[in-house]
């Protein structure tokens, strides 16, 4: 007997009751099975959901409950207003990275420059780079990554985009694939730095992201430190750094890093939570 879109979500929500957000995990799921947005969804409430779309929708939940990422499920993310491509090779972008590109934008557009050169570390699925292009049309940007994957993935999203001609990918660690002599008015990063012992008390479905962005190595400082030995060497006077940071534990440690390598006016900026995310700093 078919059962009803109300009666699925119903089920879905039960089924997924150990996440806070399982309503709404409930929903994407079934609005991805049905290829219906939420407001479809609900406006058909009472509409039956055939057997074959049931039984995949029962995979999913079951998939998500044993820690699969919601988004690795459904292959997108959203993030900054932007619908991404997302898949296991790369992290998943979060809401709070948003203020990483807010504070990127903030920069950018108070840069008279006509021209601005951008430098992303650990460019990821392409969530910063593409969000700070979208937005600050007079930026050309350059970014890096270790993962072959990552940059498979990001190279999805700003195809998707058009903004072949504004991004360029490198392959490698870091600053390396960077050709020497080059210079940027931001740095920007979103680099790993969990503390290596505390990645095995992480929730499944992180755990379940690549090891390679979430390892900072023992404080969780070990990349954060490797960017600013380099980075006064790729930034133009008066250039910018912004790091995304675990504030809760590493603000006054990444303060001092950044007064020790000759960056000046650093300032933090809070998250929702009021947790230190952000860390900028110029060198002058």
Do not use: W
């Not at 079934?30 to 407001?39: D, G, R, W």
């Not at 459904?74 to 932007?82: S, V």
């Not at 021209?115 to 937005?135: F, H, P, T, W, Y």
Request: hydrophobic fraction near 40%; aromatic fraction near 8%.
């Amino acid at each position: 007997m078919e059962k009803k879109v109300n009666e699925v979500l119903a089920f879905g929500s039960k089924y997924l009751k150990k996440f806070s957000s399982n309503r709404t995990e409930a929903e994407v799921l079934l609005s991805y099975v049905l290829k219906k947005s939420k407001t479809d969804l609900y406006k058909n409430i009472f509409d039956n959901v055939d057997t074959s779309s049931y039984i995949k929708y029962k995979e999913l939940l079951k998939k998500r409950l044993s820690g699969e990422p919601l988004s690795y499920i459904t292959g997108k993310r959203e993030f900054f207003g932007i619908q991404l491509s997302v898949a296991s090779g790369a992290l998943i972008p979060r809401q709070e990275t948003e203020i990483l590109v807010e504070e990127g934008l903030k920069f950018l557009k108070n840069n008279t420059q006509a021209k601005k050169d951008v430098l992303e570390i650990g460019i990821g699925c392409g969530a910063i780079s593409i969000a700070l292009c979208l937005n600050c049309p007079d930026i050309k940007v350059d970014a890096t990554d270790i993962s072959e994957d990552a940059i498979c993935i990001a190279k999805v999203n700003i195809e998707e985009y058009s903004l072949n001609d504004k991004i360029s990918l490198y392959y490698g660690d870091l600053f390396f694939p960077i050709p020497t002599g080059k210079k940027y008015d931001l740095i920007i990063s979103n680099p790993p730095y969990i503390p290596s012992e505390r990645i095995k008390n992480l929730p499944k479905d992180v755990q379940a992201e690549p090891l390679v962005a979430l390892n900072g190595g023992k404080e969780g400082l070990e990349i954060i430190d490797k960017i600013l030995c380099s980075a006064n060497e790729f930034l133009k006077k008066n250039g910018l750094i912004l790091i995304e940071i675990d504030g809760g534990f590493q603000e006054n440690k990444v303060k001092e890093l950044f007064c020790l390598k000759g960056l000046r006016n650093i300032f933090i900026r809070k998250d929702l939570a009021g947790i230190p995310r952000v860390i900028g700093g110029y060198l002058l």
